[in-house]
């Protein structure tokens, strides 16, 4: 059966250009089975007409709270029940920040506060707008009250700026729909749970770092934040308090837990300082860029040289910092080795005075940064468990028992 048959899907549209694409993602979802009501907001439809995607959707399209018309067919609360899961694409700062101070002065607001079903945002902005700390401040609420985010994804903007802020493309968003529908749905059979972790506050450092070079390009890497993301839906369903902290990455946040976005690693090294102190184990999964632009540019830098110098300074090591913290968490490092895996991966287990490293080698095929799968060698200080290739949902749920012993062991003694 496909995974939205039957899924009652409630697409809000708000007013940036990205809605040219809303004909083609509802036409998707109905092919993967979904049943697609489109709610749309008045800047939504200066971009395209209701008549659309009533066509498309094979359902009236709702655009106001106050049409006694619409309000007799399906109220608002009707149309907020009748909901199983709200997608908002493209979601403007405008939208997000509306949402985030529980404003309910249009329809697709009113829905948001009015449903118990999981809302997923796509947000779709400047990239300027996205790193506003407003915008961060709206999005970090809505993470922690559940919300999920799609995206964005980084690249050229309609207005030409390049950066994070595009919606992602209807491929993906379409696939992060399926895969947040089958993981609830998931969560609501695997009753009764276990939930060893409960009490327990686990925070996790995933994905890449970008340290800016000028307002346009950045120095990265491609870690994709799948391994972290699996560690912290793997603790989260076994009874965690979750907290991400995660690198721009293009992956839905799992249910239950709290996303706090970072760009760089002077960010996310912030962030880990001022949360660790409350975990109980601390996982960094994120691969942090070791050196960061001495002094980054303002404006972005002309190609009027052969050849360019950028000076480099080392970033703070995150999770080192932690490891010194006097309260420190169970701290739980990675190494990704191209070679004598073991012997490099004991030597930042002591020298990071870690209580745990998990080793894998990104020479071998299939395994890795940017994989689905993995293999992973776990040292402590006495001893090592090998984790053969795997999913990483699966290997994660295998890593997460394994810490869990060596914690609950570290307490006993
Ligand atoms: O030293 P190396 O980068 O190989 O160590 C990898 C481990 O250290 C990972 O757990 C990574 O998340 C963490 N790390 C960090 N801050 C850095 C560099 C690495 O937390 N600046």
Not at 9 to 27: D, N
Not at 47 to 75: C, K, R, Y
Not at 135 to 162: H, K, M, R, V
């Amino acid at each position: 059966m496909q995974i939205l048959q039957g899924k009652k899907i409630l697409l809000g549209i708000s007013g940036g250009i990205a809605a040219y694409k809303t004909p083609e993602l509802v036409r998707r979802l109905k092919d993967k089975g979904a049943d697609v009501r489109v709610v749309m907001t008045e800047g939504a439809k200066a971009f395209i007409t209701p008549l659309t995607l009533q066509a498309v959707s094979a359902n009236a399209v709702a655009d106001s709270l106050l049409d006694t018309q619409a309000e007799l067919a399906m109220g608002h609360i009707e149309l907020a029940k009748w909901a199983d899961f709200i997608l908002i694409a493209p979601a403007t700062a405008d939208v997000i920040a509306k949402i985030s101070a529980g404003l309910a002065n249009d329809l697709l607001t009113t829905l948001c506060l009015a449903t118990a079903a999981p809302v997923a945002i796509a947000p779709a902005m400047n990239q300027q707008m996205w790193h506003n700390p407003a915008t961060q401040n709206n999005i970090n609420t809505l993470s922690t009250w559940g919300y999920t985010f799609f995206g964005p994804g980084a690249g050229e903007q309609a207005c030409g700026d390049i950066g994070l802020g595009r919606m992602l493309d209807v491929d993906e968003l379409v696939d992060l729909t399926c895969q947040q529908i089958s993981a609830l749905h998931k969560n609501e059979t695997n009753t009764p749970k276990e939930q060893p972790l409960a009490g327990q506050k686990w925070l996790i450092t995933a994905g890449p770092t970008r340290e800016a070079i000028d307002p346009v390009r950045y120095i990265s890497n491609h870690s994709s934040g799948k391994m972290g993301f699996a560690i912290a839906s793997a603790a989260q369903q076994l009874g965690a308090e979750v907290t991400i902290i995660s690198g721009p990455v293009s992956l839905a946040t799992p249910t239950h837990c709290h996303k706090i976005s970072v760009t760089s690693a002077i960010d996310m090294h912030q962030q880990a300082m001022t949360l660790a102190t409350e975990a109980n184990v601390f996982v960094a999964c994120a691969a942090v860029a070791d050196y960061r632009i001495d002094t980054i540019a303002n404006e972005k830098i002309k190609k009027s040289h052969d050849t360019m110098q950028l000076n480099l300074v080392k970033n703070p090591d995150i999770v080192a910092d932690v490891a010194a913290l006097t309260n420190k968490p169970f701290t739980v490092g990675f190494a990704a080795e191209t070679q004598d895996v073991e012997h490099y991966a004991r030597g930042k287990l002591a020298r990071k005075n870690l209580d745990m490293i998990a080793a894998n080698n990104v020479a071998e095929s299939g395994q890795g940064f940017n994989s689905d799968d993995n293999a992973l060698t776990v040292f402590t200080a006495n001893d090592e468990k090998v984790l053969p290739l795997t999913s990483k949902s699966e290997l994660a749920k295998q890593l997460v028992q394994h810490i869990r012993q060596k914690f609950e062991n570290s307490l006993k003694s």
